[in-house]
C-alpha cells in the first residue's frame, strides 16, 4: 500500500486508470511481478500520510486491510471506495513507471453517484504540500455551452 499523488482516469471504454510509481519503492516491485493493483480513496489524512512514508512491509502489519474480489491487492480497511486493476501496460518515465491498468472490478461505500464522488458528503484530502493538505467542500458549477 502507498500513497499515490499521481492518478488519473484514462479511458471510458474499456475502464482504465493509470498511476505513476517510484521504480525504487517495493509497490512498483509488486505490480511488476504480480501486474495488477488497486486504487482506493480514504478520508483519513494520518492514514494517507503514514501509507506515503512507511516502508511496504512495515505498513502491511500495522494497518488494517483486505484483498480486493478480482485483483488479490490489498485494500486499506478504512477505503470509502476502490477499483481493483490488471495492468495492460506500463510505461518508463524517468524515475517512474506509469501503470495503465483496466478495471475489473470497483466499489464505493458511500458519496459516490451518477457524476462521481460527491465531495461535499465525502471529505477526499487533496495534499497540498508536506502533511499539509485540503479537504474541500465543493460546490458543483456547469460549464455553459457553447
Same mark, same amino acid.
Given at each position: ?6 492518478? !488519473?482516469?484514462?479511458?471510458?471504454? $474499456? $475502464? !482504465? ?6 521504480? *525504487?519503492?517495493?509497490?512498483? *516491485?509488486? /505490480?511488476? %511481478?504480480?501486474? &495488477?493493483? !488497486? ?7 494520518? @492514514?494517507?500520510?503514514? @501509507?506515503?512514508?512507511?516502508?511496504? =512491509? ?5 494497518? *488494517?486491510?483486505? =484483498?480486493? *474480489? ?5 485494500? $486499506? ?22 501503470? /495503465?491498468?483496466? /478495471?475489473?472490478? #470497483? %466499489? ?8 462521481? #464522488? ?7 484530502? @487533496? &495534499?497540498?504540500?508536506? =502533511?499539509?493538505? @485540503?479537504?474541500? $467542500?465543493? %460546490?458543483?458549477? #456547469?460549464?455553459? %455551452?457553447?
Amino acid at each position: 500500500m502507498m500513497t499515490a499523488s499521481w492518478v !488519473t482516469p484514462v479511458s471510458t471504454e $474499456p $475502464p !482504465t486508470v493509470g498511476v505513476a510509481v517510484d521504480k *525504487e519503492t517495493y509497490t512498483h *516491485e509488486l /505490480i511488476k %511481478k504480480y501486474k &495488477q493493483f !488497486t486504487v482506493s480513496v480514504v478520508e483519513d489524512v494520518d @492514514l494517507l500520510w503514514y @501509507l506515503g512514508t512507511a516502508h511496504g =512491509r512495515e505498513k502491511m502489519e500495522k494497518v *488494517e486491510w483486505f =484483498r480486493g *474480489e478480482k485483483v488479490p491487492s490489498p485494500i $486499506p480497511k478504512a477505503a470509502i471506495g476502490w477499483a481493483e486493476a490488471k495492468v495492460v501496460k506500463d510505461v518508463d518515465v524517468g524515475d517512474v513507471t506509469f501503470f /495503465i491498468g483496466e /478495471i475489473v472490478h #470497483w %466499489k464505493a461505500l458511500k458519496g459516490f453517484g451518477k457524476w462521481g #464522488w460527491d465531495l461535499n458528503e465525502v471529505k477526499v484530502p @487533496l &495534499q497540498k504540500a508536506g =502533511r499539509l493538505f @485540503l479537504v474541500p $467542500p465543493c %460546490k458543483e458549477v #456547469w460549464a455553459k %455551452k457553447s
